[in-house]
Protein backbone atom coordinates (compact mmCIF):
# COMPACT_ATOMS: atom_id res chain seq x y z
CA UNK A 1 0.00 0.00 0.00
CA UNK A 2 1.50 3.71 -0.83
CA UNK A 3 2.41 5.91 2.01
CA UNK A 4 -0.30 8.40 2.26
CA UNK A 5 2.53 11.46 2.20
CA UNK A 6 3.12 10.51 -1.26
CA UNK A 7 -0.55 11.07 -2.47
CA UNK A 8 0.02 14.26 -3.99
CA UNK A 9 2.26 12.75 -6.47
CA UNK A 10 -0.78 10.65 -7.78
CA UNK A 11 -3.75 13.22 -7.46
CA UNK A 12 -5.22 13.28 -10.58
CA UNK A 13 -4.45 16.43 -13.30
CA UNK A 14 -7.12 18.09 -15.42
CA UNK A 15 -5.26 20.29 -18.32
CA UNK A 16 -8.13 22.91 -19.03
CA UNK A 17 -9.32 21.46 -21.96
CA UNK A 18 -10.66 19.02 -19.73
CA UNK A 19 -8.28 15.96 -20.73
CA UNK A 20 -7.30 14.11 -17.26
CA UNK A 21 -3.59 12.97 -16.34
CA UNK A 22 -4.29 10.19 -13.72
CA UNK A 23 -1.08 11.50 -11.95
CA UNK A 24 1.04 14.14 -11.83
CA UNK A 25 4.47 12.35 -13.09
CA UNK A 26 5.01 12.80 -16.77
CA UNK A 27 8.07 10.83 -18.54
CA UNK A 28 10.46 13.34 -20.11
CA UNK A 29 11.42 14.22 -23.88
CA UNK A 30 14.43 11.80 -24.45
CA UNK A 31 16.26 11.13 -27.60
CA UNK A 32 17.29 7.54 -28.29
CA UNK A 33 19.67 7.09 -31.29
CA UNK A 34 17.63 3.96 -31.88
CA UNK A 35 15.10 4.31 -35.12
CA UNK A 36 16.01 3.14 -38.40
CA UNK A 37 17.83 5.21 -41.09
CA UNK A 38 15.29 6.03 -42.98
CA UNK A 39 13.23 7.82 -40.41
CA UNK A 40 10.97 5.20 -38.82
CA UNK A 41 10.83 3.98 -35.33
CA UNK A 42 12.76 0.16 -34.34
CA UNK A 43 11.17 -2.91 -32.33
CA UNK A 44 13.40 -1.48 -30.17
CA UNK A 45 12.66 1.48 -29.74
CA UNK A 46 8.66 0.90 -29.14
CA UNK A 47 9.78 -1.51 -26.40
CA UNK A 48 12.02 0.60 -24.73
CA UNK A 49 8.64 3.28 -24.30
CA UNK A 50 5.99 0.25 -23.24
CA UNK A 51 8.54 -0.51 -20.51
CA UNK A 52 8.33 3.04 -19.30
CA UNK A 53 4.63 3.78 -20.28
CA UNK A 54 1.76 3.21 -18.11
CA UNK A 55 3.25 4.20 -14.21
CA UNK A 56 3.18 7.62 -15.37
CA UNK A 57 0.39 9.70 -16.60
CA UNK A 58 1.95 10.97 -19.72
CA UNK A 59 4.89 10.34 -21.81
CA UNK A 60 6.71 12.84 -23.97
CA UNK A 61 8.50 11.43 -26.86
CA UNK A 62 11.95 11.54 -28.60
CA UNK A 63 12.53 14.76 -30.48
CA UNK A 64 10.91 14.43 -34.01
CA UNK A 65 12.27 16.65 -37.22
CA UNK A 66 9.79 18.31 -38.74
CA UNK A 67 11.67 19.03 -41.75
CA UNK A 68 14.86 17.37 -43.40
CA UNK A 69 17.07 20.10 -42.57
CA UNK A 70 15.96 19.87 -38.78
CA UNK A 71 17.33 16.30 -38.18
CA UNK A 72 19.48 16.54 -34.99
CA UNK A 73 20.69 12.73 -33.92
CA UNK A 74 21.43 9.84 -35.83
CA UNK A 75 18.66 7.43 -35.39
CA UNK A 76 15.91 10.36 -34.66
CA UNK A 77 12.61 9.27 -35.69
CA UNK A 78 11.29 11.35 -38.60
CA UNK A 79 7.64 13.62 -38.79
CA UNK A 80 8.48 15.35 -41.70
CA UNK A 81 6.85 13.52 -44.87
CA UNK A 82 3.03 11.62 -44.31
CA UNK A 83 5.10 8.20 -44.99
CA UNK A 84 6.05 8.47 -41.15
CA UNK A 85 2.83 8.14 -40.26
CA UNK A 86 2.63 4.73 -39.55
CA UNK A 87 5.48 4.83 -37.75
CA UNK A 88 4.68 7.70 -35.57
CA UNK A 89 1.53 5.97 -35.04
CA UNK A 90 3.13 2.50 -33.91
CA UNK A 91 4.86 4.64 -31.04
CA UNK A 92 1.77 6.23 -29.84
CA UNK A 93 -0.16 3.39 -30.09
CA UNK A 94 2.26 1.70 -27.61
CA UNK A 95 2.55 4.72 -25.45
CA UNK A 96 -1.67 4.19 -25.20
CA UNK A 97 -1.86 1.05 -25.08
CA UNK A 98 0.15 0.90 -21.78
CA UNK A 99 -2.72 3.62 -20.32
CA UNK A 100 -0.76 6.63 -20.42
CA UNK A 101 -0.89 10.02 -22.44
CA UNK A 102 1.34 10.41 -25.45
CA UNK A 103 2.95 13.58 -26.31
CA UNK A 104 4.81 14.30 -29.70
CA UNK A 105 8.18 16.30 -29.24
CA UNK A 106 8.49 18.29 -32.65
CA UNK A 107 11.21 19.49 -33.20
CA UNK A 108 13.91 21.48 -35.72
CA UNK A 109 17.46 21.29 -34.51
CA UNK A 110 18.52 24.57 -35.94
CA UNK A 111 22.60 25.22 -36.09
CA UNK A 112 22.85 22.19 -33.84
CA UNK A 113 22.60 19.30 -36.69
CA UNK A 114 25.62 17.29 -37.58
CA UNK A 115 25.81 18.38 -41.11
CA UNK A 116 26.29 14.19 -42.36
CA UNK A 117 22.61 14.07 -41.23
CA UNK A 118 21.05 16.55 -43.69
CA UNK A 119 20.81 17.12 -46.86
CA UNK A 120 23.86 18.85 -48.81
CA UNK A 121 24.97 19.31 -45.29
CA UNK A 122 23.51 22.67 -45.28
CA UNK A 123 23.43 23.59 -41.64
CA UNK A 124 20.48 26.70 -41.42
CA UNK A 125 19.81 28.71 -38.55
CA UNK A 126 18.68 32.12 -37.82
CA UNK A 127 22.11 33.74 -38.40
CA UNK A 128 25.51 32.72 -39.57
CA UNK A 129 26.63 32.04 -35.88
CA UNK A 130 27.51 29.16 -34.96
CA UNK A 131 26.93 27.67 -31.46
CA UNK A 132 30.88 27.23 -30.54
CA UNK A 133 34.34 27.74 -32.16
CA UNK A 134 34.73 24.88 -34.09
CA UNK A 135 31.36 24.59 -35.07
CA UNK A 136 29.92 24.33 -38.20
CA UNK A 137 28.83 27.90 -39.31
CA UNK A 138 25.13 27.85 -40.11
CA UNK A 139 23.34 29.71 -43.26
CA UNK A 140 21.05 31.97 -42.50
CA UNK A 141 17.26 30.95 -43.11
CA UNK A 142 15.71 33.57 -46.24
CA UNK A 143 12.28 34.93 -44.81
CA UNK A 144 10.18 32.48 -47.25
CA UNK A 145 12.20 29.31 -45.36
CA UNK A 146 11.39 30.63 -42.09
CA UNK A 147 7.72 31.11 -43.54
CA UNK A 148 8.10 27.15 -44.55
CA UNK A 149 9.46 26.06 -41.72
CA UNK A 150 6.75 27.72 -39.34
CA UNK A 151 4.27 25.88 -41.90
CA UNK A 152 6.19 22.18 -41.40
CA UNK A 153 5.75 22.80 -37.58
CA UNK A 154 1.76 22.96 -38.27
CA UNK A 155 2.34 19.79 -40.88
CA UNK A 156 3.85 18.00 -38.22
CA UNK A 157 0.98 18.73 -35.69
CA UNK A 158 -1.26 17.25 -38.57
CA UNK A 159 0.60 13.87 -38.52
CA UNK A 160 0.71 13.85 -34.73
CA UNK A 161 -3.15 14.12 -34.95
CA UNK A 162 -3.45 11.57 -37.62
CA UNK A 163 -1.23 9.18 -36.23
CA UNK A 164 -3.03 9.39 -32.75
CA UNK A 165 -1.19 11.24 -30.48
CA UNK A 166 -2.95 13.01 -27.54
CA UNK A 167 -0.97 16.24 -28.50
CA UNK A 168 2.26 17.22 -29.32
CA UNK A 169 5.38 19.35 -26.78
CA UNK A 170 6.73 22.56 -28.84
CA UNK A 171 10.67 22.12 -28.38
CA UNK A 172 11.80 25.44 -27.62
CA UNK A 173 14.32 24.44 -25.41
CA UNK A 174 18.16 23.21 -25.28
CA UNK A 175 19.58 25.94 -28.02
CA UNK A 176 17.73 24.28 -30.94
CA UNK A 177 16.09 26.23 -33.59
CA UNK A 178 13.01 27.66 -31.91
CA UNK A 179 15.32 28.68 -28.85
CA UNK A 180 18.19 30.13 -31.83
CA UNK A 181 15.73 32.86 -33.04
CA UNK A 182 14.86 33.78 -29.68
CA UNK A 183 18.61 34.00 -28.35
CA UNK A 184 20.14 37.17 -29.06
CA UNK A 185 23.66 35.00 -29.67
CA UNK A 186 22.04 33.30 -32.63
CA UNK A 187 19.98 35.50 -33.78
CA UNK A 188 21.53 38.85 -34.99
CA UNK A 189 18.74 39.41 -38.16
CA UNK A 190 17.31 42.54 -38.65
CA UNK A 191 14.34 41.86 -40.56
CA UNK A 192 10.85 40.70 -38.74
CA UNK A 193 12.34 38.01 -37.25
CA UNK A 194 15.00 39.59 -35.31
CA UNK A 195 16.67 42.43 -33.49
CA UNK A 196 14.18 43.59 -30.67
CA UNK A 197 13.30 41.14 -27.83
CA UNK A 198 9.85 41.16 -29.03
CA UNK A 199 11.02 40.22 -32.91
CA UNK A 200 13.27 37.56 -31.26
CA UNK A 201 9.73 35.98 -30.06
CA UNK A 202 8.48 36.05 -33.18
CA UNK A 203 9.51 33.10 -34.42
CA UNK A 204 8.21 30.83 -31.41
CA UNK A 205 4.74 32.37 -31.28
CA UNK A 206 4.40 31.97 -34.99
CA UNK A 207 5.46 28.38 -34.46
CA UNK A 208 3.18 28.03 -31.85
CA UNK A 209 0.33 29.70 -34.15
CA UNK A 210 1.09 27.45 -37.02
CA UNK A 211 0.23 24.53 -34.33
CA UNK A 212 -2.46 25.45 -32.61
CA UNK A 213 -3.96 26.18 -36.40
CA UNK A 214 -3.19 22.53 -37.57
CA UNK A 215 -5.10 21.72 -34.12
CA UNK A 216 -8.19 23.72 -34.90
CA UNK A 217 -8.62 22.29 -38.35
CA UNK A 218 -7.66 18.53 -37.82
CA UNK A 219 -8.24 18.15 -34.00
CA UNK A 220 -10.79 18.76 -31.32
CA UNK A 221 -10.49 20.91 -27.91
CA UNK A 222 -8.97 17.63 -26.30
CA UNK A 223 -4.92 17.80 -28.06
CA UNK A 224 -2.80 18.89 -26.06
CA UNK A 225 -0.03 21.40 -27.00
CA UNK A 226 2.86 22.41 -24.79
CA UNK A 227 5.80 24.73 -25.52
CA UNK A 228 9.20 23.35 -23.66
CA UNK A 229 11.46 26.35 -23.18
CA UNK A 230 15.48 26.74 -21.23
CA UNK A 231 14.99 29.71 -19.48
CA UNK A 232 18.80 31.15 -19.92
CA UNK A 233 21.82 30.83 -21.96
CA UNK A 234 25.05 31.18 -20.35
CA UNK A 235 26.92 33.05 -23.52
CA UNK A 236 27.06 36.82 -23.62
CA UNK A 237 24.99 37.66 -25.40
CA UNK A 238 22.79 35.09 -24.99
CA UNK A 239 19.14 34.57 -23.05
CA UNK A 240 18.38 36.38 -19.74
CA UNK A 241 15.74 35.08 -16.94
CA UNK A 242 14.56 38.69 -17.76
CA UNK A 243 13.85 37.92 -21.28
CA UNK A 244 12.01 34.38 -20.59
CA UNK A 245 9.29 35.93 -18.08
CA UNK A 246 8.94 37.96 -20.90
CA UNK A 247 8.78 34.94 -23.58
CA UNK A 248 6.67 33.31 -20.48
CA UNK A 249 4.07 36.38 -20.45
CA UNK A 250 3.76 36.13 -24.61
CA UNK A 251 3.26 32.46 -24.23
CA UNK A 252 0.49 32.61 -21.35
CA UNK A 253 -1.23 34.80 -24.03
CA UNK A 254 -1.59 31.63 -26.10
CA UNK A 255 -3.85 29.37 -24.37
CA UNK A 256 -1.15 26.17 -24.69
CA UNK A 257 -2.26 23.52 -22.09
CA UNK A 258 1.39 23.71 -21.06
CA UNK A 259 5.00 25.13 -20.16
CA UNK A 260 7.62 22.75 -19.59
CA UNK A 261 10.55 24.26 -18.06
CA UNK A 262 13.88 22.56 -19.42
CA UNK A 263 16.49 22.13 -16.86
CA UNK A 264 19.00 19.91 -15.07
CA UNK A 265 18.43 20.45 -11.73
CA UNK A 266 14.96 21.76 -10.83
CA UNK A 267 16.29 23.46 -7.83
CA UNK A 268 18.65 25.65 -10.45
CA UNK A 269 18.83 29.49 -9.37
CA UNK A 270 19.09 31.90 -12.17
CA UNK A 271 22.14 33.51 -13.34
CA UNK A 272 21.55 36.93 -14.37
CA UNK A 273 18.58 39.54 -15.58
CA UNK A 274 16.33 38.92 -12.16
CA UNK A 275 16.57 40.53 -8.71
CA UNK A 276 15.32 37.53 -7.50
CA UNK A 277 17.59 34.19 -5.85
CA UNK A 278 14.81 31.49 -5.68
CA UNK A 279 14.88 28.42 -8.14
CA UNK A 280 14.22 29.80 -11.37
CA UNK A 281 10.94 27.33 -11.29
CA UNK A 282 9.83 29.08 -8.65
CA UNK A 283 9.92 32.48 -10.06
CA UNK A 284 8.52 31.25 -13.64
CA UNK A 285 5.32 29.33 -11.42
CA UNK A 286 4.53 32.49 -10.08
CA UNK A 287 4.57 34.16 -12.85
CA UNK A 288 2.58 32.06 -15.05
CA UNK A 289 0.09 32.16 -12.05
CA UNK A 290 -2.90 29.72 -12.97
CA UNK A 291 -2.81 30.84 -16.97
CA UNK A 292 -0.91 27.90 -17.63
CA UNK A 293 -0.15 24.98 -15.87
CA UNK A 294 3.99 24.28 -15.23
CA UNK A 295 6.04 20.80 -16.08
CA UNK A 296 9.47 20.80 -13.60
CA UNK A 297 12.17 18.71 -14.58
CA UNK A 298 15.86 17.92 -13.48
CA UNK A 299 17.55 15.27 -11.26
CA UNK A 300 14.29 14.28 -9.67
CA UNK A 301 15.53 10.76 -8.41
CA UNK A 302 13.73 9.67 -5.47
CA UNK A 303 9.99 9.50 -4.33
CA UNK A 304 11.05 12.28 -1.69
CA UNK A 305 12.79 14.34 -4.61
CA UNK A 306 9.17 14.75 -6.38
CA UNK A 307 7.26 15.60 -3.57
CA UNK A 308 9.54 18.37 -2.21
CA UNK A 309 9.30 19.31 -5.86
CA UNK A 310 5.19 19.41 -6.13
CA UNK A 311 5.33 20.89 -2.74
CA UNK A 312 6.28 24.15 -4.64
CA UNK A 313 3.06 24.32 -6.66
CA UNK A 314 4.69 23.31 -9.66
CA UNK A 315 1.91 21.09 -10.98
CA UNK A 316 3.48 18.58 -12.99
CA UNK A 317 6.92 16.58 -12.70
CA UNK A 318 9.08 15.11 -15.69
CA UNK A 319 11.77 12.46 -14.73
CA UNK A 320 14.32 11.80 -17.34
CA UNK A 321 17.52 9.86 -16.36
CA UNK A 322 15.46 8.37 -13.86
CA UNK A 323 12.57 6.65 -15.72
CA UNK A 324 15.60 4.66 -17.91
CA UNK A 325 17.37 3.64 -14.96
CA UNK A 326 14.34 2.33 -13.22
CA UNK A 327 11.15 2.23 -15.40
CA UNK A 328 9.01 1.11 -12.17
CA UNK A 329 9.88 4.07 -10.35
CA UNK A 330 5.73 5.23 -10.39
CA UNK A 331 4.67 1.52 -9.60
CA UNK A 332 6.87 0.90 -6.29
CA UNK A 333 5.77 4.02 -4.83
CA UNK A 334 2.10 3.01 -5.44
CA UNK A 335 2.68 -0.05 -3.72
CA UNK A 336 4.88 1.08 -0.98
CA UNK A 337 8.30 0.22 -2.09
CA UNK A 338 9.75 3.66 -2.54
CA UNK A 339 12.58 2.44 -0.43
CA UNK A 340 13.68 -0.09 -3.40
CA UNK A 341 13.81 2.74 -5.80
CA UNK A 342 17.15 2.31 -7.64
CA UNK A 343 18.73 5.70 -8.49
CA UNK A 344 22.08 4.31 -10.33
CA UNK A 345 22.05 2.67 -13.57
CA UNK A 346 22.95 -0.62 -13.01
CA UNK A 347 25.58 -1.44 -15.89
CA UNK A 348 24.39 -5.20 -16.13
CA UNK A 349 21.07 -4.96 -16.89
CA UNK A 350 20.56 -3.35 -19.44
CA UNK A 351 18.18 -6.46 -21.27
CA UNK A 352 15.71 -6.23 -17.74
CA UNK A 353 16.27 -2.32 -18.17
CA UNK A 354 14.86 -2.80 -21.95
CA UNK A 355 17.35 0.02 -23.32
CA UNK A 356 18.32 -0.24 -27.08
CA UNK A 357 22.55 -0.57 -28.20
CA UNK A 358 22.66 2.96 -29.13
CA UNK A 359 21.14 4.77 -25.96
CA UNK A 360 22.89 2.36 -24.00
CA UNK A 361 26.59 2.93 -25.38
CA UNK A 362 25.85 6.51 -25.24
CA UNK A 363 25.09 6.41 -21.41
CA UNK A 364 28.13 4.06 -20.63
CA UNK A 365 30.47 6.39 -22.55
CA UNK A 366 29.34 9.59 -21.10
CA UNK A 367 31.13 9.52 -17.41
CA UNK A 368 29.01 11.97 -15.47
CA UNK A 369 25.73 12.41 -16.98
CA UNK A 370 24.00 9.37 -15.66
CA UNK A 371 24.65 8.70 -11.85
CA UNK A 372 26.24 5.24 -11.73
CA UNK A 373 28.83 6.11 -14.91
CA UNK A 374 31.68 7.79 -13.73
C1 LIG B 1 19.24 10.39 -23.11
C2 LIG B 1 18.62 11.77 -23.05
C3 LIG B 1 18.03 12.29 -24.20
C4 LIG B 1 17.38 13.54 -24.17
N1 LIG B 1 16.72 13.99 -25.28
C5 LIG B 1 15.93 15.08 -25.20
C6 LIG B 1 15.05 15.44 -26.27
O1 LIG B 1 14.95 14.75 -27.30
N2 LIG B 1 14.31 16.54 -26.11
C7 LIG B 1 14.36 17.32 -24.98
O2 LIG B 1 13.65 18.33 -24.91
N3 LIG B 1 15.17 17.01 -23.96
C8 LIG B 1 15.92 15.89 -24.03
N4 LIG B 1 16.68 15.52 -22.94
C9 LIG B 1 16.61 16.31 -21.68
C10 LIG B 1 15.59 15.69 -20.70
O3 LIG B 1 14.27 15.81 -21.20
C11 LIG B 1 15.63 16.35 -19.30
O4 LIG B 1 15.27 17.70 -19.41
C12 LIG B 1 17.00 16.26 -18.63
O5 LIG B 1 17.57 14.97 -18.78
C13 LIG B 1 16.91 16.58 -17.12
O6 LIG B 1 15.99 15.71 -16.49
P1 LIG B 1 16.45 14.41 -15.65
O7 LIG B 1 17.40 14.90 -14.61
O8 LIG B 1 15.17 13.85 -15.07
O9 LIG B 1 17.11 13.47 -16.61
C14 LIG B 1 17.37 14.30 -22.97
C15 LIG B 1 18.00 13.78 -21.84
C16 LIG B 1 18.60 12.53 -21.85
C17 LIG B 1 19.19 11.98 -20.57
Redesign the pocket.
Given at each position: MMNEKYAPLFKPFSFKNGVELKNRIVM?????FSSNPDGTVTDEEIRYYERRSGGVGMV?T??TNVTANGKG?PGEFAGDTDEMIPSLRRLAEAIKAKGSKAIL?I?HGGREVPPELVPNGDVVSASDIPSAEGKPVPRLLTTSEVESIIRDFGEATRRAIEAGYDGV?I?G??GYLIQQFFSPHANRREDEWGGSLEKRMAFPLAVVDSVKKAVAEHADDSFIVGY?FSPEEPETPGITMADTLCLVDALSEKELDYLHV????FWSEPRRGVDDTRPRIEIIQERTGDRVPVIG?????TAEDALKAVQTGVPLI???????IDPDWVQKIEQGKETEIVTKIDKAKQKELVVPDP?WN??INSPG??PGVE
Open positions: APMTNIACFQFEHANRSLMDVGSIYALGRELILAIWF
